[in-house]
């Protein structure tokens, strides 16, 4: 009690490797809950108890009082620390949108909860609205290429996919030249890689 499970939920995400996802801690986050409730009820009954003796709550000092600070100030700490896993996770959600897209890969996927997977596709989606109205693709390149094409090996059979309004036969180890903008999705998701000079 009194942030120890809070502390264990910051230490075991800080001490996971930067910028990769731990599986969500569902069971330890609902104990910490848990726990914020029962300082809650422990705060408003020592709160109620100092009001019905008739007492000033912001000027009575006594051990009721005391509890009560003790008992709010756990349940501020315990709420910084569920804020600071819940942010620091959904950073790095963010963050995968721009490292490999739209679509999550199933290893990933199966670490976040069910309201983190929520997150990934609205973000996603609001950031497909905003692409769309600009008419700008910003995932594609963070550095400006200087050839707009590039060539690619297919490592798995794709079948024909419509690129650049052609229809294309990605076949398993085929080499093509496409549009950066058009390879990249592939790319990101395993499906493609980049053959440099």
Known sequence: MYGRKAC??????ASGEKGQLAPFNSDLFEQVIAE????H????SLIRKTQEEGLDVQTARNADQYGALSHHLALVRNKRCLMAYV?????????LLWKIGHV???EI?????????EYFKKHSAALKSY???ELVELTVDMVPPKDPYVKVRVLDDLGIVVCDDKANNFARYSIHSLKRTDAEQ??????????IG
């Open 131 to 133: 692409m769309s109205k």
């Open 36 to 39: 914020c409730s029962q300082h």
């Open 41 to 44: 009820l422990e705060f408003k």
């Open 87 to 95: 942010y620091n996770r959904a950073e790095i959600i963010q963050s």
């Open 8 to 13: 264990q939920l910051v230490k075991e995400f």
């Open 186 to 195: 592939f790319i990101s998701r395993g499906l493609m890689e980049e053959l």
């Open 109 to 117: 996927e199966e670490k976040l909860c069910h309201s983190e997977k």
């Open 104 to 106: 999550l890969p199933q």
